[in-house]
């Protein structure tokens, strides 16, 4: 391999290949019993979920966007009701919200952490409750690029307001705050499996974490159609919904090495960490936290900087990725549910300068080796601007 070689922004085959055997072994086994729906391996899954991350009860399902949806789904969340959520993540975050016909309250974000703002949640809710056209029903705190949600603020919020707190962990499944992994934060969490996240499948899949198990029941039951104790009583109305047996089974082989994946994922953020860190500014570690790393993501002084780095970064054969280049409230899709008169001032600027560098298991340390060194050379340019001390706070 030339050391010019591209370099992978997300490298599947080099992950199947680690895996070897056992990944097939498990793949074998569910095409020989042929229980390619709520298989075997689905309950085993489930567990493993339930004992990696503490939860009392875990249910697999179809995407993690659908687990979003049946969490809103068994608290009955429609017209009429404001579901809260950071206006810098993912739109599954906030579609499930408007396909129910409730309506999205978006949150500004940190600067530092880009997690969502409790002072701006404290406003947005104050201002909707003045309002008074809609009732505060839901927070869904999102624990975005694998780092975790401000947990204890956003639970004290939740209490005050009396209103449900969810979490959306489809980027930090793996991930720990106060040493313990995340997945009882709030009353549900939800999970993805999509192949990108940290716990990837090899297709769609998701879960919800819960220690609340009337609510567990409820998830199992909207994800088969809203079935009873029978297939054929159906209670409510539900959804496909499911996990497939095939997925769990990937799963079960790459939870064996999760662990091992995480540390590496570590490793690497600490090395671009030390490397980067006079010249972007690097991610702002969350006290008492340690990342699933699933985007490592640096902010540039300005937009010229971003793209002149992005462009100077490909010619090197290095892949970045901006997540997220606009806020959910100025999307097109989002842009008639959002009050204009209200502007998300971090949100709206985040995306202009921010960029997230490769970082998965796979890499190498040579690769590891060119990115930085990539990077360095692009500010070893007269006229590139490192980012200031101002600018980093
Ligand atoms: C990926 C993602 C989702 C949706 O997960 P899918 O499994 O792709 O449906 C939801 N929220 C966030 C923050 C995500 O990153």
Request: glycine fraction near 6%; include cysteine; proline fraction near 6%.
């Amino acid at each position: 391999m030339s050391d010019k070689a591209p370099i992978s922004f997300l490298d599947l085959p080099r992950q199947q290949a680690r895996l070897g055997a056992p990944l097939r072994a498990r793949i074998d086994t569910v095409l020989e019993h042929c229980k390619f729906v709520m298989g075997p391996e689905v309950a085993e899954l489930e567990s493993r979920l339930c004992a990696y991350s503490g939860a009392q009860h875990a249910v697999s399902v179809s995407s993690g966007t659908d687990a979003l949806l049946m969490v809103l789904m068994a608290e009955e969340i429609g017209p009429g009701d404001a579901v809260f959520l950071p206006a810098f993540t993912y739109t599954a975050t906030a579609e499930v919200v408007l396909l129910l016909g409730a309506t999205p309250v978006f949150v500004d974000v940190d600067p530092r952490s880009f997690q969502i703002d409790p002072a701006s949640l404290r406003d947005r809710l104050a201002s909707i409750r003045a309002q008074g056209e809609l009732e505060p029903r839901v927070i869904i705190g999102v624990d975005l690029f694998g780092q975790p949600a401000p947990w204890a603020q956003l639970r004290d919020i939740a209490e005050a307001e009396d209103v449900l707190l969810m979490a959306d962990c489809a980027q930090a499944f793996g991930a720990s705050l106060d040493g313990q992994k995340l997945g009882r934060e709030a009353l549900a969490t939800t999970l993805s499996f999509f192949p990108s996240k940290p716990l990837g499948a090899y297709g769609d899949g998701g879960a919800i974490l819960t220690d609340d198990a009337e609510r567990a029941a409820l998830y199992r039951s909207l994800r088969t159609h809203g079935e009873g104790r029978t297939r054929y009583e159906v209670l409510r109305i539900g959804l496909n919904g499911r996990l497939d047996t095939l997925q769990a089974a990937i799963l079960l082989a790459k939870l064996d090495v999760f662990e091992d994946e995480l540390k590496r994922r570590d490793a690497i953020a600490s090395r671009y960490d030390a490397a980067l860190s006079g010249l972007v500014q690097t991610p702002y570690r969350i006290a008492h936290s340690e990342s699933a790393w699933a985007i490592y993501s640096i902010l540039l002084p300005d937009a010229a900087t971003r793209d002149a780095l992005q462009a100077s970064l490909g010619d090197a054969g290095i892949p970045s990725v901006v997540y997220y280049p606009r806020p959910l409230h100025e999307q097109p899709a989002y842009a008639e549910h959002h009050d204009e008169t209200v502007s998300l001032p971090v949100s709206e600027e985040l995306g202009a300068r921010i960029l997230a560098l490769p970082l998965h298991p796979e890499l190498t340390d040579p690769e590891i080796d060119r990115v930085i060194g990539a990077v360095q050379a692009f500010f070893s340019q007269a006229d590139a601007k490192p980012v200031t001390q101002e600018q980093g706070a």
